[in-house]
């Protein structure tokens, strides 16, 4: 098994504490410790906990937690892992052999491909599009195109909803579709819902959970919930496949940290994960319209507004590459946002703004004077 450089990840993880300002996260703010931890009888719960291994698969308590926001499932139908990638990771190994063929939406994370191709499948790519919606101009799920790539060999559909990093939502009628199309093979539907909880609008986004009988969800606590440090993620499935994963989850880190099974427990309360959502729909809200405005202060920036998660793919017009454009913005201003590059769509860069205003403030100034000199000197 040969993994292919995983570009996104490498690049981020070399540059985003070497820079005066990061906007290429896709999360918002984290929280801390304190945060969760805000009540004498939770710093007990975590200060009396004993650093053992814990249930393996993530005990029993946080599976149960997990289990109440997918209707229908209980513990046995969840794997608790070591972040969303992880959960991927698990997942794919399981489902995916030498000579399969997978359908992969894009523009996407590239982490579930690559995994995919390094196991041997033929992945066939699935294009969002635009679309005019009224007024407005959306990112779309094009059926006709996917009833078209899927045969009897499709193994797997794989989904981000939402979309990293359009921040595109498929509705339900169109989720339903993808696993009618599915069942004509007998392909599983696998969603990345990590950005599920994150919305800019409308309310929360569908799940594929309950849509079919081989529809399996991956997400975790790193982007609707502000806890990417936890390292907490997990699969919802049905119980014989999630058996099978725990055991390979076995041969991989073993079990989750015992303190951020604890902490994930704190933050999965229903009362607590209301407040930890809403904290995060509110940071959206209130940033997404200073990004707006930055954007239509430039000249040739046009962008697709994103409905949920804290990014933007942003196209702009300088007659320059995406690796190149974001490498000197690095070097010559402190700034790190990611190359359209690293999704295989140059022209494109994408711009978390899930930070604290005032530093979105000044980051984006930064940004915006180095764009507008790259400008001038590109006439």
Not at 242 to 262: E, F, K, Q, R, S
Not at 307 to 314: D, L, M, N, S
Request: glycine share 8%.
């Amino acid at each position: 098994m040969k993994l292919e450089p995983f570009a996104l990840e490498r690049y981020q993880s070399i540059w985003e504490h070497r820079v005066a300002w990061n906007l290429s996260e896709s999360g918002v703010h984290p929280l801390r410790v304190a945060d969760l931890v805000d009540t004498p009888e939770l710093q007990v719960a975590m200060f009396e906990r004993e650093l053992g291994y814990p249930q393996t698969n993530g005990t029993i308590e946080l599976r149960s937690l997990v289990a109440a926001m997918y209707p229908g499932a209980g513990v046995d139908h969840v794997e608790v892992t070591n972040g969303g990638s992880e959960a991927n990771f698990v997942l794919l190994t399981r489902l995916v052999q030498a000579g399969d063929e997978i359908v992969f939406m894009t523009p996407n994370y590239l982490q579930a491909r690559g995994v995919a191709r390094a196991l041997g499948a033929n992945v066939r790519e699935w294009p969002l599009r635009q679309q005019r919606d009224g007024s407005s101009i959306r990112w779309i799920g094009d059926l006709e195109a996917l009833r078209g790539m899927v045969s009897r060999r499709t193994r797997a559909i794989l989904l981000c909803n939402p979309n990293n990093p359009t921040g595109a939502r498929l509705d339900a009628a169109v989720l339903d579709e993808v696993c009618r199309i599915a069942a004509t093979a007998g392909a599983w539907v696998v969603s990345d819902e990590i950005y599920r909880g994150a919305e800019r609008e409308a309310d929360e986004t569908p799940s594929v959970w309950g849509r079919y009988e081989r529809a399996v969800v991956t997400s975790g606590l790193s982007k609707a919930y502000g806890l990417p440090g936890l390292r907490i993620g997990w699969v919802v499935g049905p119980p014989d496949l999630i058996a099978d994963l725990w055991g390979i989850h076995d041969y991989t880190t073993i079990a989750p940290g015992a303190i951020n099974d604890c902490l994930a427990g704190m933050a999965l309360q229903p009362s607590r994960r209301a407040t930890l959502l809403a904290r995060t729909r509110g940071i959206i809200r209130a940033n997404y319209p200073v990004l707006k405005r930055w954007i239509d202060q430039r000249d040739g920036l046009t962008h697709v507004p994103p409905e949920a998660g804290a990014i933007a793919f942003i196209k702009y017009p300088h007659p320059i590459s995406s690796t190149t454009l974001t490498t000197r913005l690095r070097d010559e201003a402190g700034v790190l946002i990611v190359p359209g590059d690293h999704f295989e769509m140059d022209g494109y860069v994408r711009i978390g703004f899930g930070s604290e205003p005032t530093y979105l403030s000044r980051a984006l100034e930064v940004t915006g004077a180095f764009l507008d000199s790259v400008m001038m000197n590109a006439r």
